[in-house]
């Protein structure tokens, strides 16, 4: 996973394979960033290929976090069928999911 920052935010570069081989690891990660005091994370889904159950939860339990200090956790850059999961699993309705990190970047920054 590749984390790197912009400003106040936090890209993260999801796993190519985003299942319970690597959903403990990518939340071991993000757990990391928020324990620090990072409030805005975006996780961009360019290189995921595959997302199961597991990387659902680990998202969840991730927003569930940051929801906690006011932070917030966008998704980006998904390829139709990964996003077809957040859509048939409902999670289009509970993350903010944008086409690229610009426009994802640009409405963090709105006041």
Known sequence: MEI???????????????????ANDVDMVLRELIAKGTKKIVCDFSQ??????AGLRVLLSSAKNLQKT???????SMKPYVYEVF?????????????????????????
């Open 48 to 53: 995921t290929e595959y997302v199961a159950s």
């Open 87 to 111: 859509e048939i699993s409902g999670f289009t309705q509970i993350f903010k999911i944008f086409p690229s990190q610009k426009e994802a970047l640009q409405s963090l920054n709105q006041p």
């Open 4 to 22: 790197r920052t912009e400003d106040d935010v936090t890209i993260a570069v999801m796993v190519p394979r985003f299942d319970a081989y690597t």
């Open 70 to 76: 006011d932070g917030q956790i966008l998704l980006v």
